[in-house]
């Protein structure tokens, strides 16, 4: 069965500093990989994905994500923070077969200080 | 721009009540998809619709539960005898099977209370 682990439950940073959120995931194979955010009582956007090709993929808002088939991981990162990047972040699985419901991992809270 | 739409957006009901939600997918997409979210968690799948047909449920759907996708456009997910343990955000996705790797949109949730 596939699982996504996200280490760090809550997350504070500096605006302007640097951000990294850490994903793990478990599957059989490569899975679709996939990194969304959510505001306060909102649903979730999609923040980008993977599904094959350059392992360093870009995303909305200055976000990008590293796929390292060794560590099994897809790391978030952004250079520099913004205070309305404060959100809760998800990681997500796909698997490639017939079976298209996405396991998620537990979120991340992003707090931004002044 | 004709994202997912659900509503309604928060319900607060008694328990032992019925409840019912609705999503509208984006337009052209095929797949619908619900999802169960509660505080501190991230979604947890509850079921999926190619169509009008129900393919897959999850355990989380118990027999209080059912969903409707009539003529494979909007979805209904309605909840009998509503309890406590009931409360949470409920997510609706829809995505395109045009072969291939697939994205799931979400819409803005309906956050459901059970008093």
């Known amino acids: 069965a596939q699982s996504v682990t996200q280490p760090d439950i809550h997350i504070t940073v500096s605006e302007g500093a640097s951000l990294e959120l850490r994903c793990n995931y478990s599957?059989?194979?490569?899975?679709?990989l996939f990194w969304y955010v959510q505001s306060p009582g909102q649903g979730l956007q999609l923040l980008l994905k993977?599904?094959?090709?350059?392992?360093l993929v870009q995303g909305i808002k200055g976000f990008e994500a590293e796929f390292k088939r060794s560590q099994s991981s897809f790391n978030l990162r952004k250079p520099s923070v913004h205070w309305s990047d404060a959100a809760e972040y998800f990681c997500a699985v796909g698997p490639r077969s017939n079976d298209y419901k996405l396991s998620f991992g537990a979120g991340t809270t992003v707090t931004v200080r002044a | 721009d004709t994202g997912v739409s659900q509503n309604p957006r928060h319900k607060i009901t008694k328990r032992g009540q019925n409840v019912t939600f609705r999503c509208d997918p984006i337009?052209?997409?095929?797949?619908l998809y619900w999802y169960r979210q509660t505080l501190g968690q991230g979604p947890e799948f509850l079921t999926y619709f190619q169509n009008e047909a129900q393919l897959e449920k999850s355990r989380l759907l118990s027999d209080r539960f059912s969903a409707e996708r009539p003529k494979g456009s909007f979805s209904t997910l309605e909840i009998q005898r509503t309890e406590q343990g009931d409360s949470a955000m409920y997510l609706c996705?829809?995505?395109?099977?045009?072969?291939?790797?697939?994205?799931?949109?979400f819409g803005p949730g309906t956050r459901l209370l059970v008093l």
């Open positions: 996705a829809s995505s395109s099977s045009s072969g291939g790797a697939e994205t799931q949109y």
């Open positions: 337009s052209e997409h095929n797949r």
């Open positions: 993977y599904f094959s090709g350059d392992t």
């Open positions: 599957y059989g194979a490569t899975p679709y």
